[in-house]
C-alpha cells in the first residue's frame, strides 16, 4: 500500500479527489466490510472469513442460515451464527477511516454516510448523519411487543436465543437478514438525501453487489458529480467511477485526509 500511495499518479488522484472534496458542497461516503476490515473485523467468507467456503457447519449456506426464512422456521440456528459473527468482532473499535469520515462531515457544508455495517462504529467516531441501511446489531427487537434495548455486547443476553423481558417473546437483532425487506427509515432518509443530489460521491470497502449501493454512485455520475472507488479489488462498479483508489480503506482516507487539510490551508 506504501509503495502505491508513493506512485506519482496515485498522488495526483488524491490530490483531485481532495480538490474535489474542498469544494463539494454535499458529499456522500457509501461504506462496507472493507472498512470496518481495518478495525480488525473479520469478512464472513473468503480467506480468513468467519465461513471460509460460505458453509456453516451444519451444511447449510451462511446466507440461508442468516436469512429472513430461517430466523421465522430455526431461530435458533440463525441467532447461533449471529452471535458467532457478533463475537469475532467484540472488543473491536472504530479505526482512522472511521474518524476521517467524521472529521470530514464536521468540515464539509453537508456530508452523509450509507453504511452497510452493523457494527455502529461509524456513529461512534462522531458521525452523526449516518444511514444504517442494514440495521444495527447492538440494537434488540422483540418480535411480538416490539420493544427495543441497546446491548453492547451479546455476552450480557442471559440465552440465546433471548427472550423479551416484558412479553416473553422471541427478540432478534435489528438488522436486515438475508431476504428480508430494508427498514422503511433508512430507505426514506436516502431518498431524501439523493433527491437533493451530490457533488461527490464515494464508495469505500463495499463490493457495490446490491443494486441500492451501486445506484447512488451511477446516478451521481449521470448528473455530473464526482465519483469515487476505494478498494484493493476490482468491483461492480470500478469501470464506473472517475477515479479510482485501490488501496485499503483506512489508509487511504488517512492519505485524502491529509491532502484535503492542505488544500483547505490547515496543514
Not at 82 to 102: K, Q
Not at 152 to 169: K, T, Y
Not at 226 to 231: A, C, K, S
Request: net charge negative; aromatic share 8%.
Amino acid at each position: 500500500m506504501a509503495g502505491w500511495l508513493s506512485d506519482e499518479n496515485a498522488l495526483l488522484r488524491i490530490d483531485t479527489v481532495a480538490q474535489r472534496l474542498a469544494t463539494a458542497r454535499r458529499a456522500l461516503f457509501i461504506t462496507g466490510a472493507g472498512l470496518s476490515a481495518d478495525s480488525g473485523l473479520p469478512t464472513y467468507r473468503g480467506v480468513g472469513g468467519i465461513y471460509d467456503d460460505g458453509v456453516t457447519e451444519e451444511g447449510i449456506p451462511f446466507e440461508v442460515a442468516l436469512s429472513g426464512d430461517m430466523f421465522r422456521r430455526r431461530p435458533e440456528l440463525t441467532w447461533k451464527h449471529i452471535a458467532r459473527i457478533e463475537a469475532a468482532t467484540r472488543g473491536a473499535s472504530f479505526n482512522r477511516g472511521h474518524e476521517v469520515l467524521a472529521a470530514f462531515e464536521a468540515s464539509l457544508a453537508h456530508s452523509c454516510v450509507l453504511t452497510q455495517n452493523v457494527d455502529g462504529f461509524h456513529q461512534r467516531a462522531g458521525s452523526q448523519n449516518v444511514i444504517e441501511v442494514h440495521g444495527n446489531v447492538h440494537t434488540l427487537r422483540c418480535t411480538s411487543c416490539e420493544q427495543v434495548e441497546r446491548v453492547a455486547d451479546f455476552s450480557q443476553l442471559r440465552e440465546i436465543p433471548p427472550a423479551c423481558a416484558h412479553c416473553g417473546e422471541l427478540i432478534r437483532p435489528d438488522v436486515v437478514l438475508f431476504g428480508e425487506m430494508l427498514p422503511f427509515q433508512a430507505l426514506d432518509h436516502l431518498t431524501e438525501e439523493t433527491t437533493r443530489g451530490f457533488d461527490v460521491v464515494m464508495s469505500i470497502g463495499t463490493t457495490s453487489y446490491f443494486p441500492y449501493i451501486v445506484e447512488p454512485v451511477l446516478n451521481a455520475r449521470e448528473q455530473g458529480a464526482t465519483t469515487v472507488e476505494i478498494n484493493p479489488a476490482e468491483t461492480e462498479i470500478s469501470d464506473a467511477v472517475d477515479f479510482r483508489l485501490p488501496g485499503r480503506a483506512a489508509t487511504v482516507l488517512e492519505a485524502l485526509w491529509q491532502r484535503f487539510q492542505h488544500v483547505h490551508g490547515h496543514g
